[in-house]
């Protein structure tokens, strides 16, 4: 297994496993995050592709919990891979996995030919809902509903006063405003050209982010017809209060 360097000690950060939508291409997975701080890792959506790509920089044994902002397939569906790992591992550890309501259930549905174990037996399921703030080794993660065609949940993740936010898939909404105030960094999708219910274009993410004092916006998720120089031209706020607009890009940590 090859990994792309130390872990990150001391402050919060994020390094990006995959942003592709709504299908992996070669070499870029669906939407994953890893964020990391001394002692904690969190495995932040698990799109296709995005397993293979976390353990560049971590193992599954090192992961301390996932979150699945939703069960839209480009961000869930490596749990079936991480699954996989656990039941076939030799000393399998109980990860905690956060999900939206049921999700465990729904993915009972798939696994459950030839008599495999339920989810609920082989991770630690807990259940997201709107407001809820949990501890993970040190850093606080918050989870706020947003506006997204199926229950979806936004993230906040703070240590010793670092922020990073995490939109998921979300239109407008005022919850999204609560994720990003104030955070150093704001993982932020632009996942549709032109005006679109439950999603955002670039400049609503450049706008969202000047109206946050956010330190750095990095866009994600970008509709497949948005190149990132064009979804970078366009988020950037015309008065420039952004220290830094960027695209996310595969293996590259933010912090
Ligand atoms: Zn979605």
């Not at 000690?9 to 939508?21: D, H, K, P, Q, Y």
Request: glycine content about 10%; some cysteine.
């Amino acid at each position: 297994m090859s990994r792309l360097g130390p872990e990150p000690r001391g402050r919060l950060s994020v390094t990006v496993l995959g942003t592709a939508s709504p299908y992996p291409r070669p070499g870029e997975p669906c939407s994953g995050y890893l964020l990391r701080a001394a002692g904690a890792a969190v495995w932040a959506d698990a799109g296709s592709g995005t397993m293979a790509e976390l353990q560049r920089h971590v193992g599954l044994d090192e992961v301390d919990a996932l979150w699945i902002s939703h069960l839209h397939p480009d961000h869930c569906t490596d749990l079936l891979a991480a699954y996989n790992w656990v039941v076939n591992a030799r000393e399998p550890r109980r990860i905690r996995v956060y999900g939206p309501p049921g999700w465990a259930s729904r993915f009972d549905a798939v696994a459950s030919a030839n008599g495999a174990q339920r989810f609920a037996e082989v991770f630690d399921a807990r259940e997201l809902h709107d407001g809820l703030t949990t501890d993970v080794n040190g850093v606080s993660l918050t989870a706020r509903a947003v506006a997204h065609a199926v229950p979806t949940f936004g993230l906040r993740a703070e240590c010793d006063g670092h922020v990073i936010a995490y939109s998921a898939d979300s239109g407008p909404c005022r919850a999204l405003t609560d994720l990003a105030e104030g955070a150093h960094v704001f993982v932020c999708e632009a996942g549709t050209k032109a005006p679109q219910t439950g999603h955002l274009t670039p400049e609503q993410a450049g706008e969202l982010a000047t109206r946050c004092n956010v330190g750095q916006l990095v866009l994600t998720h970008l509709a497949p017809d948005l190149t990132r120089t064009e979804a970078i031209a366009r988020a950037r706020p015309a008065d420039n209060t952004v220290a830094s607009v960027t695209a996310a890009s595969v293996a590259l940590t933010y912090g």
